[in-house]
């Protein structure tokens, strides 16, 4: 070896990335286990390049000590301080001891470890390298395609996207440029390998970053995305100035900037919506572009239920159920769906549900007070809000009442439509329809002549 070796390593560190006092290192290591490979030597050895004229010295090293018990490893003061009067004990003499014959076989194998050294030091850089860049983008070309199996070259090395990463009906030829999101990146005896993905949702962020100075900025933060890759996808943003529209700086000036995103991924469609912190417009929200009526939560079950106008409700499912499922897995609510013809059949739960709380309340306070069982009649009384309704009809329920079956008073009041001709029932049914059809469940109880009344045909 000489200086044009040297001047070899030096091209190496500049084109492979790899510093040159390692490859060094390497190679002293190859050289030392190929001596004791060949010539067997129990000394304590060490091989010795030069940096700059890239001489090889094979040098023995041994102790200085008083008594000498192992020649192979240790010398005697006074034998040191025939080569150098300086030595003490303690010490360590070098003494070269290169072979004349240190040929063919030890630069062959020295050779050998030589290149797995260097190849193991390519993969150390790799693998800091793309560790680094774990959960960004970065842009591929496509060397060929396997199957369904896509090969992409990342500059310094090649990894694999899998059918699994890919979007849906896409195509890859050899030479186009794709970005891809770095999923994961593990270390293996073969090598760094790399995880790309093109249907992650981190993917969209991204993209959005690159397009969007002010996401980068800070300015404006992205809450969250999902996505149906290649098909839809839905993102939340927010803005920490109040002055800065999130969703006009997402869609940018004609819709240039998320016109970029959609081409990147091959047309997918993206709804940017704007993030609220109140769970109703939240929801209502995420199902844009459909109009939202109402929103109502039920927090126990993480379930909401959304009324929607009727021409409106296609539209808020979407295709296949696709963008209520997108808007559920972006706010974390299951979402149920309703046209406004079915709002008041929800919304005649919803008192219900209220009725129900507050006749709770008063059922346990009147236990409290007098004992078990003695809120029941108050309970009656509570029911028995038709008797109220229809004073103004008093003349109508006494005809009903002649003609019933002496049942009490509420249970007459609620048959008086039962013998009452054509006008009298609608006239019944308009002034205590909305009464009646909430206290469903006690007016059945009332017996057989309450299912005559002026409400509505039982369902």
């Known amino acids: ?10 091209d190496l560190e500049r084109e492979k990335g790899i510093d040159k006092d390692t490859l060094l290192e390497a190679i002293e290591a190859a050289l030392l286990a190929a001596f004791r490979r060949h010539f067997g030597t129990a000394q304590n050895v060490a091989v010795r390049i030069d940096r700059e004229t890239g001489e090889i010295r094979v040098v023995a090293r041994r102790d200085v000590v008083e008594e000498v018990e192992d020649p192979a490893t240790q010398i005697s003061l006074a034998e040191a301080r025939e080569l150098d009067p300086a030595y003490r004990v303690g010490d360590v ?12 076989i030890a630069a062959q194998t020295a050779k050998q470890v030589v290149m797995q050294r260097i190849r193991e030091a390519e993969r150390d850089l790799i693998y800091e390298e793309f560790i680094a860049r774990e959960g ?3 842009t591929g070309v496509v060397q060929r395609v396997q199957g369904r ?3 992409v070259d990342l500059g310094r090395t090649e990894t694999v996207l899998f059918p699994s990463e890919q979007i849906p009906g896409e195509r890859y030829r050899q030479g186009d440029r794709i970005k891809v999101y770095i999923v994961e990146v593990r270390k293996t005896p073969k090598g760094p390998q790399i995880l790309i993905s093109r249907s992650h949702p981190n993917l969209l962020k991204r993209l ?3 397009e969007v100075p002010e996401i980068h900025d800070g300015i404006v933060e992205i809450k969250g995305a999902v996505r149906e890759p290649g098909v839809r996808a839905k993102i939340a943003v927010d803005s920490r100035d109040e002055r800065v529209d999130p969703v006009g700086a997402c869609v940018g000036p004609r819709g240039i900037r998320v016109q970029a995103v959609v081409a990147e991924l091959r047309g997918e469609r993206i709804d940017v919506i704007r993030w609220a912190e109140e769970p109703e417009e939240f929801v209502a ?5 459909a109009k939202v009526t109402k929103v109502i939560l039920e927090p126990e079950t ?4 959304v009324i929607v106008p009727d021409h409106q409700l296609s539209l808020a499912i979407g295709k296949e159920g696709q963008n209520a499922r997108l808007a559920a897995r972006l706010t974390g609510w299951k979402i149920d769906i309703h046209a406004e013809s079915q709002a008041g059949h929800l919304l005649g739960k919803e008192d219900e549900w209220d009725i129900d709380a507050v006749l709770a309340g008063v059922g346990r306070r009147d236990e409290e007070e007098t004992g078990e069982g003695a809120g ?3 309970l009656d009384d509570l029911f028995d809000l038709s008797a109220f309704a229809r004073e103004d009809e008093a003349g109508d329920v006494a005809a009903g009442r002649e003609a019933g079956d002496q049942e009490p008073a509420r249970a007459g009041d609620a048959g008086a439509g039962e013998d009452a001709g054509p006008g009298e029932e609608a006239a019944t049914g308009a002034g205590a329809g909305v009464e009646d059809e909430d206290e469903g469940a006690v007016t059945e109880d009332a017996g057989p002549a309450a299912a005559g009344d002026g409400e509505p045909e039982p369902r």
């Open 376 to 378: 029941a009649d108050d």
């Open 208 to 210: 959005f970053e690159l």
């Open 285 to 289: 929200n995420a199902l844009s572009p």
């Open 302 to 305: 993480r379930v909401a239920r």
């Open 136 to 138: 960004d983008i970065v």
């Open 149 to 151: 199996n896509v090969f």
């Open 1 to 10: 070896m000489n200086a044009e070796f040297i001047e070899a390593l030096e």
């Open 93 to 104: 003499v070098e003494q070269e001891v290169t072979p004349r014959d240190f040929g063919r």
